[in-house]
C-alpha cells in the first residue's frame, strides 16, 4: 500500500483528477490524506467534496479554514464572502449528507509515523497534548453542541494560549491554532495578520515549526494551509500547499522512510467574478 499526502484543493477538481492519474493512485490498495481546504475559491468545490467522500477509506482529511467557513455557513447562516464559490455546495440535491460528512472530519490525523493537521500546532503542544486537544474539539464539532460553536467561531481576539481557558472560547482557541496558525512568537502566542513568504515578518515572529523549543520536533508533521511558503521541508515538517489555486503547482508527498514530492502545474482555478 502506498500512502500519499495532497495539499489544499480548494474546489480544483481537475487538477486534482489529473495528479491522482499521475500518482497511479489506485483506490482499492492505496490511501490519499488530504490537508484540508478541499472546498472554496476554486470552481469544483461540489465536486471535489463529493470525490473525496465516495473514496470512503481510501481518503484521510483534516479540517481546513475554508471547510469550517463552509460549515459556519450553514449551521449559523454566516455572511458569504465576496471570492466564495460554495453556492454549487449549498444548492445541491445531496449538500446535507456532505455537510454532515465533513462536519465529522478531525483536526488532527496520526498514523504510519505521521502527522496530518491543516495549519499547525503551538510550539509548547506536545503529541499527547495535539491529540487530546484536537479529540477535545472534534467532541463539540461532532456532538450536540456544534451549532452553537459555528455561531461563535469567528475571532482572533484570544492570542494566548491558557488551559484556564473555558467553554467556545477555549474550542476556538484550538481550532484557529490547528486551522489558521503560520507566524507565532517565541512563546507561542498567535498572529494572523501576517501571511507572507519566510523573512517577510517582524523580528518577534516566527513561523510555528521552526523554534528549537517545539515540542512536537520529533513528530513527522504534514500540513497545507501557507501557500505562500511554497514546498516545505525541514524541521520534520513538510508543507505541501504550492498553490494550485493561484497558478502555482498541486502537490502530493509519498510518505515512507524517504518522502518524495510528486507535484503537477496548474493554470489556476480562480473565480474572480
Keep these: ?60 482529511t483534516v479540517l481546513g479554514n475554508h471547510d469550517l467557513h463552509l460549515l459556519a455557513i450553514v449551521y449559523a447562516q454566516k455572511k458569504m464572502h465576496k471570492h466564495d464559490t460554495l453556492d454549487a455546495i449549498l444548492n445541491a440535491h445531496d449538500r446535507d449528507e456532505l455537510i454532515c460528512w465533513l462536519r465529522h472530519q478531525p483536526l488532527f490525523y496520526h498514523a504510519h509515523g505521521f502527522s496530518l493537521l491543516h495549519a499547525g500546532v503551538l510550539p509548547h503542544w506536545d503529541f499527547i497534548k495535539i491529540q487530546q486537544l484536537a479529540r477535545e474539539a472534534e467532541q463539540v464539532l461532532q456532538g450536540n ?22 467553554g467556545m472560547q477555549r474550542i476556538r482557541f484550538i481550532v484557529n491554532v490547528f486551522t489558521r496558525i503560520r507566524y507565532c ?49 525541514g524541521n520534520n515538517c513538510y508543507g505541501i500547499d504550492t498553490g494550485a489555486l493561484w497558478g502555482g503547482q498541486l502537490t502530493a508527498v509519498k510518505l515512507g522512510v524517504e518522502v518524495e514530492r510528486i507535484s503537477i502545474n496548474c493554470a489556476g482555478n480562480l473565480n474572480h467574478e
Excluded at 13 to 27: A, E, P
Excluded at 145 to 162: I, L, N, R, T, V
Aim: charged residues 20%; hydrophobic residues 35%; negative net charge.
Design 1 to 60: 500500500m502506498a500512502i500519499y499526502a495532497i495539499g489544499d484543493i480548494q474546489g480544483c477538481y481537475t487538477d486534482l483528477l489529473r495528479l491522482l492519474d499521475f500518482i497511479k493512485f489506485d483506490v482499492t490498495q492505496d490511501q490519499v490524506w488530504f490537508t484540508g481546504d478541499l472546498v472554496n475559491r476554486g470552481t469544483q468545490s461540489l465536486e471535489t467534496l463529493r470525490l473525496v467522500k465516495s473514496l470512503g477509506t481510501a481518503a484521510i
Design 185 to 233: 512568537t517565541a512563546n507561542g502566542d498567535l498572529n494572523f495578520k501576517h501571511k507572507g513568504t519566510l523573512g517577510t515578518q517582524p523580528k518577534h515572529l516566527y513561523p510555528w515549526f521552526s523554534l528549537p523549543q517545539r515540542q512536537s520536533k520529533d513528530l513527522k508533521i504534514v500540513f497545507g494551509h501557507w501557500s505562500t511558503l511554497g514546498f516545505y521541508a
Design 145 to 166: 453542541d456544534y451549532e452553537e460553536f459555528f455561531a461563535q467561531m469567528y475571532g482572533d481576539k484570544d492570542q494566548h494560549w491558557s488551559e484556564e481557558l473555558t
